[in-house]
């Protein structure tokens, strides 16, 4: 049994169950500020407590969540769906087309990611949703995986089965589907949970920067109010603790899944586990 992949799943699948119980336990119209309210530890009316603008942390925890997972879904889809476009054209096809994107890739790793995206963030002010900030990252989110699926597809394209199915007639998009994409799944997935991860990563990194959807209680924009309102000195802790909690099961629970699918993928590993 691949148990880190179970552990994933398991961790992965209590958030999810936990949100679509929180969706039908707590009213997500108390995620907005209040005009005057002060912060309120758990109690029976507010399980989770209250930040300093009055607003319900269960419900900005069960919308967070989400709204936090749409910002990685989408980014990520968005980053492994173009990486994976690139690497097959130029893996695949080679010739002047491989050369160019992979000059492309190499010259646009080196330039830091996380300044980029503050930048692109800052073009936006007042102006940013989720939707927009999943399309700034995904800007980005396409260089690792693209880069990472060309040395695949290398080895994959001298493959038997490749070579024999191109002898048969078969054409290069018919190969690609059928043949070669078929056998990448398990990397395709663990490069999708990847991606997803590190888009969530760094739309909490901008958001508690202030650089996100201020009009939306994400995450990472729960700890930017947390932060700016001094949670720490104020001894808050529910503030602090319940956000934080949510994305360390989230990210440990991507991380195991990860690693279990690559157990899946790699067969080295997969004898060593």
Not at 168 to 195: D, K, R, T
């Amino acid at each position: 049994m691949n148990t880190r992949l179970v552990g994933g799943l398991v961790l992965l699948g209590l958030l999810v169950a936990s949100c679509l119980a929180g969706l039908l336990l707590v009213d997500l119209d108390d995620a907005r500020p209040l005009s005057a309210a002060i912060a309120h530890p758990p109690s029976a009316e507010y399980w989770l407590g209250t930040d300093t603008a009055g607003r319900d942390l269960a419900a900005v925890l069960v919308l967070g969540t989400l709204l936090t997972a749409k910002v990685g879904l989408l980014a990520g889809l968005i980053g492994i769906t173009v990486g994976t476009v690139l690497a097959f054209v130029a893996a695949y096809y080679g010739g002047w087309t491989d050369r160019l994107i992979s000059a492309v890739v190499d010259v646009l790793l080196t330039v830091p990611g996380l300044l980029v995206l503050i930048v692109l963030a800052s073009a936006y002010p007042g102006q940013m949703t989720t939707t927009l900030m999943a399309l700034v990252i995904a800007g980005l989110a396409w260089r690792e995986p693209a880069r990472q699926i060309r040395s695949q597809v290398l080895v994959m394209r001298e493959a038997n089965y490749v070579r024999m199915a191109r002898l048969s007639g078969q054409g290069g998009l018919s190969i690609i589907f059928h043949e070669m994409i078929p056998n990448l799944l398990p990397y395709l997935g663990a490069g999708l949970v990847s991606a997803v991860s590190a888009a969530i990563l760094a739309s909490v990194g901008l958001e508690a920067l202030g650089l996100g959807p201020r009009g939306e209680p994400t995450l990472g924009m729960t700890i930017y109010w947390m932060i700016l309102d001094g949670a720490f000195l104020r001894g808050l802790w529910w503030w602090i603790l319940e956000p934080v909690a949510v994305l360390i099961i989230l990210f440990v629970g991507m991380y195991l899944l990860v690693t279990g699918l690559d157990e899946t993928a790699n067969p080295r590993l997969r004898r060593r586990a």
